[in-house]
């Protein structure tokens, strides 16, 4: 019950801060394949190219969190992936507030570097040594939980 509560104030916040244009939501996607997650590695802005990240962008007007995170997998790694919950809390970010959705590939679909410079699939041991960017990492010890033990 406290984390719902905790949730629809989050929710209000964030459509009040949005309104106002104080920022977007913006979603992650936690794809899991066989007990490790996909990191993707950014092309840009310079400051954060090279460094890793789950995939994802801003939620459109009116678009639900689900279906952006969909669109983006498509978008930005040209595969099907189907959401299956939230990871982790919320995540204040410059752009306005970060939420990692979990996702699983749709049978018979790869994801694709279409926009990053690279792909790997990460398993629990090796989720700390990656080069995270900043609110990524922030999810680790829930991605460790979502993967379950190395
Ligand atoms: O990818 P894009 O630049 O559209 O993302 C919008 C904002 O969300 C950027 O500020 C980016 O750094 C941030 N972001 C993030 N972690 C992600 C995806 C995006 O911090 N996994």
């Known amino acids: 019950p ?8 989050a929710e209000r916040l964030v459509a009040a801060a949005t309104a106002v244009g104080a920022g977007a939501v913006v979603v992650a996607t936690a794809l ?12 840009r802005p310079p400051a954060l190219a090279g460094r890793w990240e789950l995939a994802g962008g801003r939620v459109e007007a009116g678009e639900a969190e689900e279906d952006a995170v ?7 790694l040209g595969c099907a ?6 990871v982790g809390t919320d995540l204040l970010i ?22 990053h410079a690279g792909l790997r699939w990460v398993g ?6 990656v080069d995270w960017v ?3 990492r922030a999810v680790l010890p829930d ?3 979502l993967l379950g033990p190395s």
Request: aromatic share 0%; net charge neutral; with cysteine.
């Open 70 to 76: 969909v669109r983006e997998c498509r978008e930005e």
């Open 143 to 145: 991605l460790r939980a």
């Open 124 to 129: 629990p041991a090796e989720l700390e040594a």
């Open 134 to 136: 900043d609110a990524d």
């Open 94 to 115: 410059d752009a306005g507030v970060l939420r990692v959705h979990a996702a699983v590939l749709v049978d018979g679909s790869a994801p694709t570097a279409l926009e």
């Open 81 to 86: 992936v189907s959401p299956t919950g939230r």
């Open 2 to 9: 406290l984390r719902r509560l905790r949730s629809a104030r």
């Open 32 to 43: 899991v394949r066989d007990g490790a997650v996909l990191a993707a590695q950014r092309t």
